[in-house]
């Protein structure tokens, strides 16, 4: 279940991904299969072998890419999720949803 997000930012979002370019979403999410986590960052892009660029480029592995539907996209949870936000200067996605003080 995702909250936290407004209408606009998940359009903005799909219209990043839809033009081909690497994405970022993150919002609150809660799912029984990872306890202790409450967010999830969303790399999406169109330009499936761009996202596998990307996932690689950070030692991710490109087989966990969600391609079920128009919006292919990378989950990214926990420290991972903190660190790569780091990196990609989305300082503005930790200070909003708390993430530096949610990883011990």
């Known amino acids: 279940m995702a909250f936290g997000i407004k209408r606009a930012e998940l359009q903005q979002w799909k219209r990043q991904v839809e033009a081909g370019e690497i994405a970022f979403l993150t919002h ?5 299969r990872f306890p202790g986590i409450r967010t999830v960052t969303k790399v999406g892009c169109a ?4 996202l596998r660029r990307w996932c ?6 490109p087989r966990y ?6 919006y292919p996209h990378f989950d990214l949870l926990g ?3 903190v660190s790569i936000l780091k990196v ?3 300082q503005d996605h930790i200070d909003r949803f ?3 003080s949610s990883i011990s």
């Open 88 to 90: 990609e200067g989305l």
């Open 79 to 81: 420290t991972e999720q």
């Open 28 to 32: 609150y999410w809660l799912d029984d």
């Open 47 to 50: 330009d499936i072998d761009k």
């Open 65 to 70: 890419l969600h391609l079920r539907d128009q």
């Open 98 to 100: 708390h993430l530096d």
């Open 56 to 61: 690689k480029s950070y030692g991710l592995n």
